[in-house]
């Protein structure tokens, strides 16, 4: 079975600091994402990766940045968190075969956060 | 850009009753895919449907993506309380990627004993 580790499942972190998400997948997919959900709007992509050291900005990448030094490992970085980044953020892998073939998304648990 | 709609955004059954979910697409489905989410936690990988009327099942859910690749549904037979969640459906947005996935706002599933 596919496995999507995230670091936290609760955060609480401070208006101007800066947060770290970590996520970990163990079944050697190339594409991982990172996607905010709230009541109301649903699951928004923030970052998605499809390569070590790629990235590209989803529909809300604003105030976010991401690495992916390591295929495994992909982070999702708040520069300067703001209370409106409090939410729960979900991590997802995918297997890449072709790009012409549907693979689904596995997702983490997701970690949530709180900026106070 | 592709919008999915599902209908209805909550439903309350009672034990061992049938339902069903939909999932309008704005536009042509390349995949479909299906999940269920229980609160706070991630979401569980269903089903993934790519064909004109395929039709899966796994255990007592049933999913169908129609003939034009426009609407998919999800039934559940003989519901049960660990059916409660929310079911949201995912789609590829073109035929060229299969990397990013567009979802639906999710169904709130409850199911009274």
């Known amino acids: 079975d596919v496995k999507v580790t995230q670091s936290s499942r609760y955060l609480v972190k401070r208006t101007g600091e800066k947060v770290f998400l970590e996520c970990v997948q163990d079944?050697?997919?190339?594409?991982m994402f990172w996607y905010r959900q709230d009541p109301g709007l649903g699951l928004r992509l923030i970052y998605f990766?499809?390569?070590?050291?790629?990235?590209e900005k989803g529909d809300i990448p604003e105030g976010y940045s991401v690495s992916r030094e390591k295929k495994e490992r992909f982070s999702l970085i708040l520069e300067s968190a703001s209370t409106n980044q409090t939410s729960m953020y979900l991590c997802a892998s995918s297997l890449s075969r072709g790009r012409r073939s549907n693979q689904p998304q596995h997702f983490g648990d997701g970690t949530r956060l709180s900026i106070l | 850009s592709q919008e999915l709609e599902q209908s209805p955004q909550s439903l309350i059954v009672q034990e061992g009753k049938n339902l069903t979910i939909n999932c309008t697409s704005s536009?042509?489905?390349?995949?479909l895919y299906w999940y269920k989410q229980k609160y706070g936690e991630g979401l569980i990988f269903l089903m993934m449907l790519q064909k004109g009327g395929e039709e899966k099942s796994h255990e007592k859910i049933t999913a169908k993506l129609d003939e034009k690749k426009q609407q998919s549904s999800l039934h559940i037979t003989a519901s049960q309380p660990s059916h409660a969640g929310i079911y949201l459906c995912g789609a590829d947005p073109s035929s060229g990627s299969a990397r990013q996935l567009t979802f639906g706002s999710g169904t709130q599933l409850t199911v009274l004993p």
């Open positions: 990766s499809y390569d070590v050291k790629m990235k």
């Open positions: 536009k042509t489905l390349y995949g």
């Open positions: 079944m050697d997919h190339e594409n």
